[in-house]
């Protein structure tokens, strides 16, 4: 098991998502470990991330956009009945999902994110900013984390979320923060 990522108080511009993943590559690359992504609520954001550094394609196999629910059952093998008693946004469906991404992509991990990022579509059970993230690593028990991004336009919460994504990443393969960055 990991420990949950700490967030920064704000939210990271691109060019900081960047950052981290310039340091993420080169790790996950020299450990020999290959990644892929499952992602709902940040739409290929978190892929789009990762493959814009260079080196990228010795690390990511692939990243799945699985918007709708039809997608994650197609494409990750979400079960019906997951989705029936859950929702889509919902600790169960992150971890169907990243464990099916596992399986398709035959990599060492994967990382999936499940979320309403709003303006609309919030409950009171679940609001808007409410995201569930699954990771699934190669011969370990797939864990899942939850967050709740508060007071963020849309836009705040993708970002929140990429975000999110890689420092999950970045604590199971002990990546060493960087101090002189805003980003942990």
């Known amino acids: 098991m990991i420990d949950a990522p700490t967030l920064p108080a704000t939210v990271p511009s691109w060019d900081e998502l960047e950052d981290l993943a310039e340091r993420l590559i080169p790790a996950l690359a020299e450990r020999g470990l290959t990644v892929a992504t499952a992602e709902s609520c940040t739409g290929g954001l978190i892929s789009g991330v990762l493959t814009a550094i260079s080196g990228s394609s010795a690390v990511v196999d692939r990243g799945l956009v699985t918007y709708s629910n039809q997608a994650k059952q197609d494409l990750l093998g979400v079960k019906d009945e997951t989705l029936a008693r859950h929702g889509a946004v919902s600790a169960e469906v992150a971890a169907e999902m990243a464990s099916g991404a596992l399986a398709n992509a035959r990599t060492d991990i994967a990382v999936s994110v499940t979320g309403i990022a709003g303006p609309g579509g919030g409950s009171e059970e679940k609001p808007v900013g409410t995201v569930h993230f699954g990771l699934a690593v190669k ?43 805003a980003l942990p």
Do not use: W
């Open 139 to 181: 011969d370990q028990e797939t864990c899942t984390f939850h967050m709740v991004f508060e007071k963020l336009d849309r836009k705040g919460v993708r970002y929140s979320t990429v975000l999110y994504a890689l420092l999950i990443i970045s604590n199971l393969i002990k990546l060493p923060k960087e101090t002189s960055r």
